[in-house]
């Protein structure tokens, strides 16, 4: 089985333009996350959904939006970029458990430099 | 403010020795704990998980131990082999409410043969 799938998994932008980063959750999960990890740091939380709907949003500004599409793919945009917006952009996948937890299943990552 | 901390950014030990990574949460209502393993150029792999009604999980080599009064985590490898070279994350969560994980900042572990 085909786990997460992200692209593009490097890329460069130059400050003020936008950027779309794609994911594929693995066959049947729902829930799609997306964690920015800057270096020397852990992956920050940026947003999750669940069926297609926004169930959390991090401590990042609006620049950042994300959506999730019928067949559970989802993109982050990030408008307006800025130099420190240069990270590795993780998604995940999970079952939502019963319980409200599960463990997250992580692509390799975008990796975006901003110049 | 960071409600998970990691602070041994790096750890050595030697191949078929034990390696504790520690990892210390301010948010007592954290009830679900994660311990990830990530690789150069990889995203972070899961690698064991501990419940708060817990305070021990093993799974092979891996065993985690949770204090909750400590507020304290702690990842525990027996035997150490080379390729757990990684760098390690814990993750902290409620089972309820929002979905997301607070990640500490990592430890990097070089287990040396």
């Known amino acids: 089985d085909a786990g997460v799938t992200q692209s593009p998994t490097h890329l460069i932008k130059t400050r003020g333009q936008h950027v779309t980063l794609r994911c594929s959750p693995i066959s049947g999960h729902k829930s799609v996350s997306w964690y920015q990890q800057v270096l020397g740091q852990g992956p920050q939380f940026i947003f999750q959904?669940?069926?297609?709907?926004?169930?959390g949003r991090g401590n990042f500004p609006d620049r950042f939006s994300a959506r999730q599409f019928p067949n559970y793919s989802s993109e982050l945009n990030v408008n307006a970029l800025l130099l420190g917006d240069s990270a590795l952009y993780l998604c995940?996948?999970?079952?939502?458990?019963?319980?409200?937890?599960?463990?997250?299943?992580f692509g390799e990552g975008s990796r975006l430099t901003v110049l | 403010d960071q409600q998970v901390k990691q602070n041994s950014p790096s750890l050595s030990v030697q191949e078929g020795r034990i390696s504790i990574l520690n990892c210390d949460y301010t948010?007592?209502?954290?009830?679900?704990f994660l311990w990830y393993k990530k690789y150069p150029a990889e995203g972070p792999t899961f690698l064991i998980s501990i419940s708060s009604i817990k305070d021990k999980n093993e799974d092979g080599r891996f065993t985690v131990f949770l204090n909750k009064s400590a507020k304290h985590l702690s990842l525990h490898i027996v035997p150490s082999q080379p390729g757990d070279s990684a760098v390690y994350f814990c993750a902290a969560s409620f089972t309820s409410g929002t979905y997301k994980y607070i990640f500490g900042t990592g430890t990097r572990l070089k287990v040396l043969a």
């Open positions: 959904y669940y069926e297609k709907e926004e169930r």
């Open positions: 948010n007592s209502m954290f009830d679900y």
């Open positions: 995940a996948s999970s079952l939502i458990r019963g319980s409200g937890t599960g463990e997250l299943f």
